[in-house]
């Protein structure tokens, strides 16, 4: 009995050896990217929904307004990101080169998206105005201050992490669906608040 006791323990050991070691390896593998793409929808599907709760009609003008600003500069964002990452495939480069003149473009471009994000927030209600701060801090955190993390891996690849092309073309076709549906919705609420202030 003790015999078989002494055998066993080592093997058990072994596989939560291995277990905690592929899971460190897949933790340290994705934890470069925060993808906010998911919260920024979810956000965006809440501002759409439940517009009958914030609506007034003294601040629609300007709710309107700011929803513009941030759907041109949402897909300002897309429209660059995608340019990037299309050139990347077309021409076949290898990762662990660093780009920090489209990196900075980029960054730019969704600090441009954080601010009109923030301009929405002021004019909701309360909750959905936390759920957009909260957006706003972890869009500020990942640009900002939290030094070797990145948005997309399209973002980690121009940093020249070594990002590989499935990574890239997964990222780049999941990311981009999220926000081209979150301008459809915005176009989709901008044509709820029309009807509202015809009323």
Not at 150 to 167: C, M, N, P, Q
Request: hydrophobic residues 40%; aromatic residues 8%; proline residues 1%.
């Amino acid at each position: 009995m003790k015999m078989i006791f002494s055998k066993v323990l080592p093997v058990s050991a072994l596989v939560l050896l291995l277990t905690f070691s592929v899971n460190a390896f897949g933790q340290a593998d994705n934890a470069m990217v925060t993808d906010v793409t998911v919260n920024m929808l979810t956000w965006v599907k809440h501002l759409n929904n439940d517009v009958d709760k914030y609506f007034n009609r003294e601040k629609a003008d300007d709710l309107k307004q700011q929803l513009e600003f941030f759907k041109q500069d949402l897909k300002n964002y897309m429209k660059t990101r995608k340019a990037l990452s299309d050139s990347l495939f077309r021409n076949n480069i290898a990762p662990g080169k660093k780009d920090e003149t489209n990196l900075e473009i980029l960054k730019i471009k969704m600090s441009a998206v954080m601010e009109r994000a923030r301009g929405v927030s002021d004019l909701v209600g309360e909750e959905l105005q936390k759920e957009g701060d909260n957006l706003n801090n972890q869009l500020y955190k990942v640009l900002y201050e939290d030094q070797g993390r990145y948005l997309s891996y399209l973002e980690a690849f121009l940093a020249g992490i070594d990002v590989t092309k499935k990574e890239l073309a997964v990222d780049g076709s999941v990311c981009y669906t999220r926000l081209e549906e979150c301008t459809t919705l915005i176009t989709t609420l901008e044509g709820k608040i029309d009807r509202k202030m015809k009323k």
